[in-house]
């Protein structure tokens, strides 16, 4: 972890423990460990910038963070299946779901309304 990260961390607990969340303080994920780990597992299906390449996967560029973490969170535990992601997410750590939602949630989209 970088020393940058380190004083982050230090400072987000310390706030953290200031307004009494320590209990469940929020998991901050790292966009740029999450981009390096969707290169080497994601980006053939979901696209290096996370719009799917791949014909039924789901564009994940701009998803909220939440969506993103508990959906992947369900294809570990089995509560949500899918033949391709169930076996991927198996591999995923917290931390790696953390790092993932952050990066496909950092991504910026825009949208154009049909006329
Ligand atoms: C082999 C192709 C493939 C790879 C590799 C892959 N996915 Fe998927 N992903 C899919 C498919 C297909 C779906 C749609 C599954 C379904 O219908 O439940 C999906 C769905 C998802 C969803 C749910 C999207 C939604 O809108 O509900 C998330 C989140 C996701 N993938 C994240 C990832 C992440 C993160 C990685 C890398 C760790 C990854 N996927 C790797 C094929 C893939």
Do not use: F
């Not at 320590?22 to 996370?50: F, I, M, S, W, Y």
């Not at 014909?55 to 949500?80: D, I």
């Not at 992601?85 to 750590?93: C, E, G, V």
């Amino acid at each position: 972890m970088h020393t940058s990260n380190k004083v982050l961390l230090a400072l987000s607990l310390l706030l953290a423990a200031a307004s009494g969340s320590l209990a469940a303080p929020a998991l901050a994920g790292d966009a740029a460990v999450g981009r390096a780990k969707a290169q080497t597992l994601c980006q053939n299906c979901h696209g290096e910038n996370g719009v799917a390449v791949l014909p039924g996967a789901a564009n994940l560029s701009g998803q909220q963070k939440e969506y993103v973490r508990s959906q992947l969170r369900a294809y570990r535990s089995g509560s949500r299946r899918n033949d391709q992601m169930s076996i991927i997410a198996k591999t995923l750590t917290d931390a790696d779901i953390e790092n993932l939602s952050e990066w496909y949630s950092a991504i910026k989209v825009t949208v154009e309304m049909p006329k």
